[in-house]
């Protein structure tokens, strides 16, 4: 029996001089209070709201095509070929608009990558030297959907990292 304490004292001794640090980070809470991610917002906003006058504008010609069609459906003494080439005039309006709806999301999605790619860097950077100077093995993202277990020795670092950014 001693011999078996003994022998798992010896086993547990190496690794014992490989105990490691762990860290959680909230990286949600650290982008939103970075004064550049609201900065990202009001740019996104702008572009949003500048697509969606010229979208608005877009549908209102396109009601008005509809309802010009509609007086035209009514009148009897219009011809069938005008009346069907002001359906295609509508369809192909419809689509211009698709396709205008389509681009503009394609484009703010583009502009949000853009713009959130540097103050990802920033706060990845702030997150990698706090790791280092905290001699953390592992920095883990702090989302409660991903934890299923936190034990008592690991360390919440998101102060430490919105204090290295100045937030």
């Given at each position: 029996?001693?011999?078996?304490?003994?022998?798992?004292?010896?086993l547990?001794?190496p690794?014992?001089?490989?105990?490691?640090?762990?860290g959680?980070?909230?990286?949600e809470?650290?982008?939103?209070?970075?004064?550049?991610?609201?900065?990202?917002?009001?740019q996104l906003?702008?572009?949003s709201?500048r697509?969606?006058?010229e979208?608005?504008?877009?549908?209102?010609?396109?009601?008005k095509?509809?309802a010009?069609?509609?007086?035209?459906?009514?009148?009897?003494?219009?011809?069938e070929?005008?009346?069907?080439r002001?359906?295609?005039?509508?369809q192909?309006?419809?689509?211009?608009?698709?396709?205008?709806?389509?681009t503009a999301?394609?484009?703010?999605?583009?502009?949000?990558?853009?713009?959130?790619?540097p103050?990802q860097?920033?706060m990845t950077?702030?997150?990698?030297a706090v790791?280092?100077?905290?001699g953390?093995?592992?920095?883990?993202?702090n989302?409660?959907?991903?934890?299923?277990?936190?034990?008592?020795?690991?360390?919440?670092?998101?102060?430490?990292?919105?204090?290295k950014?100045?937030?």
């Open positions: 029996m001693f011999k078996k304490i003994i022998l798992a004292v010896l547990a001794l690794f014992a001089g490989f105990a490691q640090k762990f959680t980070v909230n990286i809470e650290i982008f939103q209070a970075m004064p550049e991610s609201a900065t990202m917002q009001s906003a702008d572009a709201k697509y969606e006058e979208f608005q504008k877009l549908r209102e010609e396109l009601d095509l509809y010009d069609y509609q007086t035209l459906q009514n009148d009897p003494s219009t011809p070929s005008i009346k069907e002001r359906i295609q005039d509508i192909e309006r419809a689509a211009k608009v698709d396709q205008f709806r389509n999301q394609q484009d703010l999605a583009r502009l949000s990558e853009q713009l959130s790619a103050i860097q920033k950077d702030a997150i990698k790791g280092q100077e905290g953390y093995t592992f920095v883990f993202p989302e409660q959907s991903l934890i299923l277990y936190q034990g008592a020795d690991v360390v919440n670092i998101t102060a430490d990292v919105k204090a950014l100045g937030i």
